[in-house]
């Protein structure tokens, strides 16, 4: 083969001794400089230079500012960029709402994803499965992923009331309660409230990922673990979940981010009450620094998020890499 | 062989096929478990179900309540006490700015996903197919942009959007929700072109298509299902947005139905509940049924997105 | 003699009766037998073979493992094994994992089971690629193990889905050989699904030949081959096929080996069907001669046919020149003209 047969030779003249079939001839016959629709190196960086200044703009320069904002004292009413050092730093570590958010961020997450990695790959099995009236159940369990988070929040703030809860009326009625639980005033109540909503609304995307690793794994494997003697457990065990666990994996990080560095929850639940009990790191820097106007500490605070992040997101990812098998 | 004979539970292993009395037993306990299985299976399934939309369905019912239904302790929240009435659902449409938050929603919805296919599709092209000795670096550099959420930049952000002065205009969140919706997209995206095989494209390049040519007409049709997921994903988080949308806007008619329904709906401590209620069901059913007709598809680009990104 | 296998009025039907993937099929395996179930794709062989297994339930019809009824009973409880197409390997499993895991049912000490395992590996000669995985062997290698796991099960029969054809073509006739001589050491009953005839010519104790989900003809290879049921084992076994010609109200058959320039057909003329040759290409495959022609005159419209000439056969045969072949009487075949059985032979001269 001459190099004007190869197949990115477009526009290459064909070899003189070669007939030209008038049918078969390419629409470029001769040869035109390489056309800039063609150069790959530039295309690329024409492709990708608007994520790029996108980021640069819109993502690198704010984290910058924050960064920035953190070692000033700039406020609504000063705006001003004035070096102060550590001031704001030390401030938020001595106060004890700082710790109380710190420890309710993570203790948040790592309960709601524990909870909605076993309840996800509940349903992801069902939902596999044919059964009647599977659509319907489908449809039902898609609903808490498509409301916007702040009206589904609006919801469960009735549905938690602490005189109307129709789900104390539920328990009244069966007879398991005598009073009204206040789910939204008392602190460890709260709490799970917070967690409990969390998970009721991320469950979806993550049986929905799930489900995706499910159907992923080829028929004949789970065939082949019928006739080897596995019965229902087994199989879930050994082949299920070990073959499910990357995707499983990936859908975890998307619900911890999800929950992690959410502030609706919170903010239209509890405001972070009773008394801060539930307050988060991303809720606590809003009410500093967009209505407090101390916007050097909230961004200070809100840069908590990142170390953690990144170490979840590091975590996730190694432990991916690692149970690669295909 | 002794595991079966002796009468403990069959779990597996060789039985005496000769033997009778023991296929016939194993023939029941597969039909009991089988039947088992059938039932757990339903109630699973039920629950999730009742629990997943118990909410809407109370808010459903609900948005209908007269006052005096809603507001007495003891009665039934899931029946009708005192007639229904529609006055709440006329008072969210006609006296609140509900439609326009809903229009803010759509219109800024439908721009962010423009935008966001338009600058990422390219963008995962490059990194797909487009082998530059920097791609790898920058591809993980864009997935980590995902790590920075709203919630940590919203306080600069306030003060960059101030600059461009577009401080409560809604066209700040058709700037900003991009850089929410990117970097997750072109995660999405170029795990899903690199599952797609490089022969439909090389063929067209064969045939005497130019590189861009070929990604416009062969690569995007091909990467259909993926392409959904995007718009699904990316639709999803411009609609649920809350800290940016929060902190940037204030005047009521800038307002999306995720911000503006809580702040405006209610007044002080006066919560208009079954208006608020109407809200909810206003904008979960038809997103809900949009998503059921696109489930295929979205999980199709969801899998090969995430697994291979 | 006991039947290891044997199916009986098996039917498999979806939607309702408009889908027929088995239409009533009748078996009876010979104890130690290799029974090839052949047929093209979407004849319903997998399926046949998935309901012996038990991995799906017939419609109508009776499956019997060693004389007893097995409709019913789950895979497990049935002793079979099974090779799948695609091997169906744990991917995050070693090689030794992936043997053992049968044995985990019935085995509870692990020595024991590492012990077993290491002997169906080593019958196979992958003792040394015990602790690899799935990913790193190759598509030979996976192959046995696949075979191993399915030994250590001490199966009464193997029923195995086309396992050849994931491998390269060169590779497939040696793995064949292998293949066939594996079942015969052991002596187990083997049910074999394949498309292709040359590996049920050559792998096969009786071939099963199966279209639209029933059973066409079932025999030992030489039968199937000289004497076809039916137009459709006539011309699905043997490369090339066999000819036909329309003659009307029925066809006459002969293989292309049968057909040879009248020349070197020997003397007995008596028992020869002479026909002119019109012929339009010749391939020189693998030392035979392939010749394109076409007959005119035996039936209502002219017949192309191909004919194979041995290496041994030196008679001259040249494009677009009219040739005198012929056939002996007695290899001839003949088939009905609506249903395509096989009939009694018919008066040939014109």
Redesign the interface.
Known sequence: MTPADR??G??TAPPANVTRNPELT???RHQPKR?L??N??V??K???L???I??IG??A???V??IL?SFSDVTTGN?SLDFVGLRQWRAILDSRVFWTALRNTIVFTVVSMALIVVIAH??AT??V?D?K???????????????????????????LNS??S?ID?VLRWFGLIETNLYYLGRPVLAMGSIIAVHV?RI??VAT??I???H??I?G??N??????????W?KLR??TI??TL??SA?AVLFGA?LT?????VV??LTRGGPTQATQV??SW??FK??EGGD?AQ??AV??F??PL??AA?ILILRAVRR?E?? | MARAQNGKSFSGGRIDVTNQAEVERIRRQRRRRTRGGRIALYTIAIIAGLIAAGPFIWSAITSFKVDPDLYTKANNPFIYNLPPTLEHWRFLLADTQFLTFAWNTFWVGFLVVSITLFVGLPAAYALARLEMKWSGPLGIAIFFVYLIPPTLLFIPMTRVVGNFGLLNNTWSLVLIYPTITIPVSIWLLTGFLKGIPKDVEEQALVDGYSRLSAFVRVVIPLAFPGIVAVIVFAFTLTAHEFIYALSFLSSTTEKTISIGVPTELIRGDVFFWQSLQAAVVFVALPIALVFNLLLGRFIAGFTMGAVKG | MAHVVEVRGLKKHFEKGDIRAVDGVDIATREGEYLVLLGPSGCGKTTLLRMIAGLEEPTEGEILIGGNVVNGLPPRARGIAMVFQSYALYPHKTVLDNITFPLKTTIEDRAERREKAGWAADLLGIGGLLDRKPRHLSGGERQRVALARALVRDPSVFLLDEPLSNLDAKLRTSARDELKQFQERLGTTTIYVTHDQVEAMGLGDRIAVILNGKVRQIGPPREVYSHPADTFVATFIGSPPMNLIDRGDHLLGFRPENCLPIEAMGSNGDNLLEVDMQVHRIEYLSGDRHVYATISGLGPDDAHVITRIPATVDVAVAEDRTQRFAVHEKDLRFFDGDTGALTDSRPVRT
Do not use: H, N, Y
């Open positions: 197949a990115d477009v526009g390419p629409r470029t056309k629709a063609d790959e190196s295309l690329a024409l492709f990708l608007p994520t790029v996108g980021i819109l993502v320069f704010p984290f500012l924050a904002f705006p509940i349903l069902v939902l499965k059964f009236g599977k659509w319907l159940v489908r449809f039902c369990v898609l609903l808490p992923w498509t409301t916007p988070v702040a009206l589904a929040a609006v919801s469960w703030l009735w549905l005189i109307f129709p009326w009721w469950v979806p929905v990922i489900m995706a690793g159907m992923a080829p004949e494997i065939d082949a673990a019928e006739i080897d003697g596995a019965g229902f087994r050994e082949i070990p073959l990357p995707i990936v981010i992690f560095a959410d502030m609706t903010f239209i790191l991303s820097a809003f620094g967009i916007l909230g961004a809100a840069l998020l990142f992040l990144l997101a149970s098998v295909i």
